[in-house]
């Protein structure tokens, strides 16, 4: 029996692997923190029959709430990925399930790969309405890639979407390739329409070190970027620094920061109600939004989700509270599960790629129902 991580965003810990029915594994920490979730390996064992994997160290991890109904995901092929029988009692998880193949891979949710956002880019950069920018590079050396999608002008309002600050959220990147498929299709009217009018900035992956060292929640220093907001530095949050260079620069209209929450088994968005510019324009824009988000997709509710700010109270090193007060803009984090939408239950698959994918393209939508009163 063989277990292996090395590659893009691995990460496990082998304690014991000498019999199929009680392998036991640890998950890594995230380098130079305490955060961890985040696993992804190979198994090479012994086709069709009953295989235990126990991860150990379950309890202690970022979320241990997170486990509780949660199924893992395995594929064979490493394309299409399907839920195995995983259970939670406290303090393990347990993994159990008779691979068909000699070899399978496992993971937290369905891996979104560097190479795949390297892939991506480029595919986006052969439309004529994109240009590539890096903006500049990671700890580990990799590019901060945006895509400014529109021939930007002074009256186009700016749309900002980043992806996968905390890297192990990968059906964030999932949902941005979506998003960007259908925005960039001119056979699209809600494209044809949002290009008219807008500006796209689009910054798929924010946490590319993270994703690549297989971490949860931070970059290669062990920071937490969705905390940096208020005074990155190029030390230790380059990745927040230099976007919101960009951000800067060009200015910002609206922006949706898009994540997965471990815990809450349903698509929802946090707005910035606790900010300090906080005002009835700013509460109706909100509310706007959230009715055209209801109307353009089913996969998206208002009952459940985080408990809202007090007044003045919001968290200003957060993403989307810090540029909503900087911009004075409309600015959302978006949550989906890494369980299942429990408003549209799907037994095989649950929450996945490709219904990350397909929320990500009805956005456009909601956000093109905005778009005339953002300013
Ligand atoms: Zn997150």
Avoid at 39 to 52: D, G, N, P, V, Y
Wanted: proline residues 5%; glycine residues 6%; charged residues 25%.
């Amino acid at each position: 029996m063989f277990i292996s991580t090395a590659f893009d965003s691995g990460n496990i810990e082998v304690i014991r692997a000498d019999r199929p029915d009680d392998i036991r594994l640890n998950i890594r920490k995230d380098h130079a923190s305490d955060f961890y979730q985040w696993f992804h390996f190979k198994l090479l064992s012994t086709a069709e029959i009953e295989h235990r994997l126990v991860i150990e160290n379950a309890s202690g991890s970022a979320y241990p709430k997170g486990w509780e109904g949660y199924q893992a995901f395995a594929s064979y092929d490493r394309d299409t990925w399907f839920r195995v029988p995983t259970s939670f009692d406290g303090t393990a998880v347990t993994i159990e399930f008779t691979p068909e193949q000699e070899s399978v891979f496992l993971a937290y949710f369905v891996p979104y790969s560097w190479e795949r956002h390297l892939d991506l880019v480029q595919w986006a950069q052969q439309s004529a309405w994109v240009e590539q920018k890096v903006v500049g590079t990671t700890l580990d050396g990799r590019d901060m890639n945006v895509l400014v999608i529109g021939e930007p002008s002074e009256e186009k309002r700016s749309i900002w979407i980043t992806a996968r600050q905390h890297p192990g959220e990968t059906m964030a990147e999932w949902f941005v390739e979506g998003l960007l498929e259908h925005l960039l299709n001119e056979d699209e009217p809600v494209a044809r329409q949002l290009l008219e009018q807008c500006v796209f900035y689009v910054v798929p992956n924010m946490n590319p070190d993270g994703s690549v060292r297989g971490h949860l929640r931070t970059n290669a220093a062990g920071v937490n970027l969705n905390r940096e907001w208020a005074t990155p530095s190029v030390e230790k949050s380059p990745e927040v620094f230099h976007v919101l260079n960009m951000m800067d620069e060009v200015g910002v209209d609206m922006y949706l920061d898009i994540h997965g929450d471990e815990n809450i088994p349903y698509n929802f968005i946090a707005g910035a109600e606790g900010i300090p510019s906080y005002d009835e324009r700013h509460a109706q824009l909100e509310a706007k939004f959230r009715a055209a988000y209801l109307q353009a997709t089913a996969e998206f509710q208002t009952t459940y989700g985080y408990d809202k700010d007090e007044p003045g109270k919001a968290n200003l090193t957060v993403a989307s509270n810090a540029v909503a007060e900087r911009f004075r803009c409309l600015a959302f984090t978006v949550e989906m599960p890494f369980k299942d939408n429990d408003d549209l239950p799907d037994p095989y698959q649950q929450w996945s790629d490709v219904r990350s994918q397909q929320l990500g393209r009805d956005t456009l939508r909601a956000i093109l129902a905005v778009v005339p009163t953002l300013r």
